[in-house]
């Protein structure tokens, strides 16, 4: 009972802190009433994947899926059937990097248009962000933990807009330290990690090697020698290399690769030794120069040719599934210990 009294009160600073964000930002930002809603996570229909409280692997993960939401509004409704359709889309394409090993949770969650969203200062976008997508997210994840989770290990991840609210359930944590003791690892690929919210979550620090626990995993993925800024890179990104799984700044050609995932739905096409990875540490993000970044341009202008964030999962799929097997094993391991 008292748990349940605190989460009431966890939802009702969360209602009263979204309705600031919107008074405050009066006349900047188009949003209908009907997004204002906290999205209600009993029901199944916002969930796009669900074992259930039974599901049959000892580990689960907690994904939280990339931009879809395109339309006239800035934040969209989490029933918007082109975000659902893209959530579908990229649950087959690349959430599906994560089943193998664990069972995957993926609930819907409402979005911000990225390409509003990206065009404003960075405070401004965490302002929004932490508003009507945060929110969502962490309401998903209490439900999750309360309902579905029934005391396994759990690991996170995103990509893109879902890696950034990501960093918000990670923030959540901290007020049930219990959790960490089950927490295996974070994947927030594709938007920006620093040292400065590392410090203010402890005891989170980045990943360093390919099997360290309690640890934020993030890369953003370009071509050599881009100088264009990159939207989803802020000062002080870090990044860890796909490959090799080291923070360096030596080469991993394409050789050492499990190999990419190239396609959507079921048209795919596996490629073994596809791609290279060196961490550019003074842009923080990760270098690939073994394939066509033309084949990762996003249609959004705020992205140019260089900037492969469509390739951050496509590029190292097969990398990243061994990778979160070996984490999970190492977290069995150290409870033998």
């Given at each position: 009972m008292k748990e349940f009294i605190?989460?009431?009160?966890?939802?009702?600073?969360?209602?009263?802190f979204v309705v600031f964000v919107l008074l405050s930002c009066k006349g900047k930002m188009r949003i209908s009433r009907s997004k204002y809603k906290i999205t209600n996570y009993s029901d199944e229909s916002n969930w796009l994947v669900n074992p259930g409280k039974d599901a049959p692997k000892p580990v689960d993960v907690f994904y939280l899926y990339p931009t879809f939401y395109v339309g006239p509004e800035h934040a969209g409704a989490v029933t918007n059937f082109i975000m659902r359709e893209g959530a579908r889309i990229n649950h087959a394409s690349f959430a599906s990097v994560y089943e193998k090993s664990a069972n995957l949770y993926m609930p819907y969650y409402r979005q911000m248009n990225a390409d509003y969203l990206l065009t404003l200062p960075p405070k401004d976008q965490e302002r929004f962000m932490r508003?009507?997508?945060?929110?969502?997210?962490?309401?998903?994840?209490?439900?999750?933990?309360?309902?579905?989770?029934?005391?396994?290990?759990?690991?996170?991840?995103?990509?893109?807009?879902?890696?950034?609210?990501?960093?918000?359930?990670?923030?959540?944590?901290?007020?049930?330290?219990e959790l960490m003791q089950r927490f295996i690892a974070a994947y927030a690929i594709g938007y920006t990690v620093t040292d400065e919210f590392l410090r203010k979550n402890p005891p989170l620090k980045f990943a360093t090697g390919p099997t360290d626990l309690q640890v934020v995993v993030s890369w953003n993925?370009?071509?050599?020698?881009?100088?264009?800024?990159?939207?989803?890179?802020?000062?002080?990104?870090?990044?860890?290399?796909?490959?090799?799984?080291?923070?360096?700044?030596?080469?991993?050609?394409?050789?050492?690769?499990?190999?990419?995932?190239?396609?959507?739905?079921?048209?795919?096409?596996d490629r073994p030794h596809h791609a290279d990875a060196q961490v550019n540490k003074e842009r923080g993000v990760v270098v690939c120069s073994t394939v066509d970044p033309r084949d990762y341009k996003l249609p959004s202008s705020l992205f140019e040719v260089g900037i492969m964030h469509a390739g951050d999962y496509a590029l190292y799929y097969y990398d990243l599934q061994q990778?979160?097997?070996?984490?999970?094993?190492?977290?069995?391991?150290?409870?033998?210990?």
């Open positions: 605190m989460h009431v009160i966890f939802g009702i600073i969360l209602l009263c508003g009507i997508p945060g929110i969502d997210c962490i309401n998903a994840f209490i439900y999750y933990i309360d309902h579905y989770n029934h005391g396994r290990p759990f690991i996170l991840a995103g990509h893109s807009q879902g890696s950034n609210t990501l960093l918000y359930v990670l923030e959540y944590m901290r007020t049930r330290p993925t370009e071509s050599p020698g881009l100088t264009v800024p990159n939207p989803v890179v802020n000062p002080g990104a870090l990044a860890i290399n796909p490959i090799s799984w080291t923070t360096d700044e030596t080469h991993a050609p394409k050789e050492d690769s499990k190999g990419s995932r190239i396609g959507l739905i079921t048209n795919f096409e990778n979160v097997a070996d984490r999970i094993a190492a977290y069995f391991n150290s409870k033998k210990n």
